[in-house]
């Protein structure tokens, strides 16, 4: 077995352990991050581990069924609900979610026809303030979008359905208070 010894520095060490053993120092910290890696893995609980996202989706379709609402399966974990409200037309709520997340949200437009001015920049941070759960931004594509975030662990049918309802109406306000600057 081989044994470490913690050297402060080059001055200290004799050169006769210096020179005997190259790399001695690097093999020592290589063998104590191994071990740390060993333990941390072992300590892992299985039973802390979540279930896959596919395994998820089953419980959210069981959920999506229980709302009412008439929706569109895109794969095992994206489902669609189409909305119409006047002001802003039909549009889609989407609920997608990982192992530990849902997310359902809502392109109110697209980046095309969107007017980017201060007024509505500051228009959709106070609208972030001002719904509670909401989200409100711009995506990675410029699509401005209204999106809630849940855990699993605690929606139901019942939260779920209400989170479907706010992305819908709080799109259709969104659009409405923001026309001048937004086209459909």
Not at 18 to 45: D, E, I, K, M, Q
Request: with cysteine; net charge positive.
């Amino acid at each position: 077995m081989m044994k470490c010894r913690l050297v402060a520095s080059a001055r200290t060490a004799t050169a006769d352990s210096v020179t005997s053993r190259p790399n001695h120092g690097l093999r020592c910290v290589t063998a104590v991050l191994a071990v740390a890696a060993w333990v941390w893995l072992a300590w892992s609980p299985a039973e802390a581990q979540t279930p896959g996202a596919a395994a998820v989706g089953v419980k959210i379709e069981q959920m999506l069924k229980a709302t009412g609402f008439t929706y569109k399966t895109h794969n095992p974990i994206t489902w669609s609900i189409e909305f119409e409200r006047k002001t802003i037309g039909k549009f889609r709520v989407i609920i997608s979610n990982s192992e530990d997340i849902i997310v359902t949200f809502a392109t109110v437009t697209q980046k095309a026809k969107i007017r980017k001015t201060p007024q509505l920049m500051e228009a959709l941070l106070s609208a972030n303030h001002e719904y509670d759960y909401a989200k409100i931004g711009l995506d990675k594509d410029g699509d401005l979008f209204v999106r809630i975030d849940s855990p699993v662990r605690v929606t139901d049918s019942a939260l779920l359905k209400s989170i479907i309802e706010q992305v819908a109406n709080a799109s259709g306000e969104i659009f409405t208070k923001n026309a001048s600057f937004l086209k459909r």
